[in-house]
């Protein structure tokens, strides 16, 4: 049986690849496209260690099939940062220490991103309960809210 | 230690050929295709909206479909439209479009609080009320909440299309009653009209991200006094489906739910559970919480019907 042939909008730019048909989005991105930003957590939905946008939606890569991405619009981690500019996002990250191991940093940024494309000024709850899909064994969560919280209020400001 | 030279030497995995290993995906362009596929199809076929339960027990192995049939491609099941005063709901919406839809939460809150309990944030960019209705678990949060809104799922099949009340699509746990060459296209949610509200609650030991332990879900309509002149009242995860309690309803209606209406109420909710003890409650707790919940719901429903509270 022959591959799948998807024609798809990453980032911005179109691009087109041949997968299986029980080749996960996730697998697509990482293993034929290189685009390694999205991790691979628990593969079952359970992480957000895989999260990226769908056509606007915040959804885990590993739970979508590469097949199902033609004509549809996605929007990875690559995307986030403009050339060396660091997204807001990305750059609160890393002053307040929002991470250790980084696993779970690619997702969070999409899912944070995702957040505040919709809802600007978030409360603390909102963003806990927005992140809830993101785990991540490391920090305890504070300073990834207080990082999303400050990122959230610069964008504001700008 | 020696290592067994076995351990460290390439494992060589059997190669199968594609016909034994072979899953194929389709996503046809209309539902008279996507039955057809489904109809002819002799093995494992399965219908693919939002993945996020038919994904997940693929990657578990727990199913092994030698067919994927993807139905998003189909005109209209990303729709959401006004028909006959009420919302026909496209079986690929998912839960976060759903809830950016005005029209559908104010007229159905209950039933969009219900999709949105729902998993994640990611996995509410996917999953869709068809989805959670045909995977068939006493536990999904969104059934009780459809059944108490006398939601009719539209089904297209090789015979053309039917519908069906949605509470009698699941028949036990993982098994629903459409036939073969079957599936969902779309949920109807009826006119809400005046002075009418709903409500969902389920029991969860933590905040967020769990199957519920036992729920309820109510829909009722005042008349001008306050008075309950309509209501449905069903129970999830306290039977092998989704329970519509005919006699909680009676309950409610002709009272303005005053407590002896919320305690009759409660008691036949308690009457109708057939739950089973596991990990997650036993049976007089799962019996106990879900007449609580459904007193509680009733109380909301009265209040977004513009009843007193």
Same mark, same amino acid.
């Given at each position: 049986?022959?591959?799948?042939?998807?024609?798809?909008?990453?980032?911005?730019?179109?691009?087109?690849?041949?997968?299986?048909?029980?080749?996960?989005?996730?697998?697509?991105?990482?293993?034929?496209?290189?685009?390694? @930003?999205?991790?691979?957590?628990?593969?079952?939905?359970?992480?957000?260690?895989?999260?990226?946008?769908?056509?606007?939606?915040?959804?885990?890569?590993?739970?979508?099939?590469?097949?199902?991405?033609?004509?549809?619009?996605?929007?990875?981690?690559?995307?986030?940062?403009?050339?060396?500019?660091?997204?807001?996002?990305?750059?609160?990250?890393?002053?307040?220490?929002?991470?250790?191991?980084?696993?779970?940093?690619? @997702?969070?940024?999409?899912?944070?991103?995702?957040?505040?494309?919709?809802?600007?000024?978030?409360?603390?709850?909102?963003?806990?309960?927005?992140?809830?899909?993101?785990?991540?064994?490391?920090? @305890?969560?504070?300073?990834?809210?207080?990082?999303?919280?400050?990122?959230?209020?610069?964008?504001?400001?700008? | 230690?020696?290592?067994?030279?076995?351990?460290?030497?390439?494992?060589?995995?059997?190669?199968?050929?594609?016909?034994?290993?072979?899953?194929?995906?389709?996503?046809?362009?209309?539902?008279?295709?996507?039955?057809?596929?489904?109809?002819?199809?002799?093995?494992?076929?399965?219908?693919?909206?939002?993945?996020?339960?038919?994904?997940?027990?693929?990657?578990?192995?727990?199913?092994?479909?030698?067919?994927?049939?993807?139905?998003?491609?189909?005109?209209?099941?990303?729709?959401?439209?006004?028909?006959?005063?009420?919302?026909?709901?496209?079986?690929?919406?998912?839960?976060?479009?759903?809830?950016?839809?005005?029209?559908?939460?104010?007229?159905?809150?209950?039933?969009?609080?219900?999709?949105?309990?729902?998993?994640?944030?990611?996995?509410?960019?996917?999953?869709?009320?068809?989805?959670?209705?045909?995977?068939?678990?006493?536990?999904?949060?969104?059934?009780?909440?459809?059944?108490?809104?006398?939601?009719?799922?539209?089904?297209?099949?090789?015979?053309?299309?039917?519908?069906?009340?949605?509470?009698?699509?699941?028949?036990?746990?993982?098994?629903?009653?459409?036939?073969?060459?079957?599936?969902?296209?779309?949920?109807?949610?009826?006119?809400?009209?005046?002075?009418?509200?709903?409500?969902?609650?389920?029991?969860?030991?933590?905040?967020?991200?769990?199957?519920?332990?036992?729920?309820?879900?109510?829909?009722?309509?005042?008349?001008?006094?306050?008075?309950?002149?309509?209501?449905?009242?069903?129970?999830?995860?306290?039977?092998?489906?989704?329970?519509?309690?005919?006699?909680?309803?009676?309950?409610?209606?002709?009272?303005?739910?005053?407590?002896?209406?919320?305690?009759?109420?409660?008691?036949?909710?308690?009457?109708?559970?057939?739950?089973?003890?596991?990990?997650?409650?036993?049976?007089?707790?799962?019996?106990?919480?879900?007449?609580?919940?459904?007193?509680?719901?009733?109380?909301?429903?009265?209040?977004?019907?513009?009843?007193?509270?």
């Amino acid at each position: 049986m022959s591959k799948i042939h998807v024609s798809t909008t990453i980032n911005g730019d179109p691009t087109e690849f041949l997968c299986e048909a029980d080749e996960s989005l996730l697998d697509v991105l990482r293993d034929r496209l290189q685009l390694t @930003g999205a991790k691979e957590g628990c593969a079952s939905g359970d992480c957000g260690a895989c999260s990226v946008e769908v056509d606007g939606r915040l959804v885990c890569s590993c739970l979508v099939l590469g097949a199902e991405a033609e004509g549809a619009e996605i929007s990875t981690i690559e995307g986030v940062a403009n050339g060396e500019d660091l997204h807001p996002i990305q750059r609160k990250i890393l002053e307040h220490a929002a991470l250790q191991c980084g696993v779970c940093t690619p @997702g969070i940024i999409v899912a944070a991103k995702n957040l505040l494309a919709k809802n600007p000024d978030p409360t603390e709850t909102e963003i806990r309960y927005w992140l809830a899909g993101n785990l991540c064994r490391c920090t @305890g969560y504070d300073k990834i809210i207080t990082a999303v919280m400050d990122a959230a209020a610069e964008m504001r400001g700008a | 230690m020696l290592v067994p030279e076995s351990l460290y030497q390439r494992r060589t995995i059997p190669q199968l050929t594609w016909e034994e290993n072979a899953m194929h995906y389709a996503a046809p362009e209309t539902a008279q295709e996507a039955s057809r596929l489904l109809a002819e199809n002799t093995g494992s076929a399965r219908v693919l909206a939002g993945g996020t339960d038919l994904l997940v027990q693929m990657k578990a192995g727990m199913v092994k479909p030698d067919l994927l049939v993807d139905i998003k491609k189909i005109a209209g099941m990303k729709d959401i439209t006004s028909e006959d005063g009420g919302w026909r709901i496209g079986a690929a919406v998912s839960g976060s479009e759903l809830g950016d839809h005005a029209g559908v939460c104010g007229d159905w809150p209950g039933v969009v609080e219900a999709f949105e309990l729902i998993g994640s944030t990611q996995v509410q960019g996917r999953c869709t009320m068809a989805g959670n209705l045909c995977n068939a678990s006493p536990a999904g949060d969104s059934v009780p909440a459809m059944v108490a809104a006398n939601a009719v799922a539209r089904i297209a099949g090789p015979d053309g299309t039917r519908d069906c009340p949605v509470q009698d699509i699941p028949v036990s746990p993982g098994k629903t009653s459409l036939g073969k060459g079957e599936f969902i296209t779309s949920i109807f949610l009826p006119a809400r009209g005046t002075s009418g509200g709903d409500a969902y609650l389920r029991f969860i030991p933590r905040t967020e991200m769990d199957i519920a332990v036992c729920s309820a879900g109510v829909s009722l309509t005042l008349d001008g006094s306050g008075t309950c002149t309509a209501a449905r009242v069903s129970l999830g995860a306290v039977a092998p489906t989704v329970l519509l309690v005919e006699a909680a309803a009676n309950a409610l209606i002709g009272t303005n739910l005053d407590d002896a209406a919320l305690e009759a109420c409660g008691a036949a909710c308690a009457a109708a559970c057939n739950p089973i003890t596991d990990k997650r409650g036993t049976i007089e707790f799962r019996t106990d919480v879900a007449a609580v919940l459904a007193k509680r719901a009733a109380k909301i429903a009265q209040q977004r019907a513009g009843g007193r509270s």
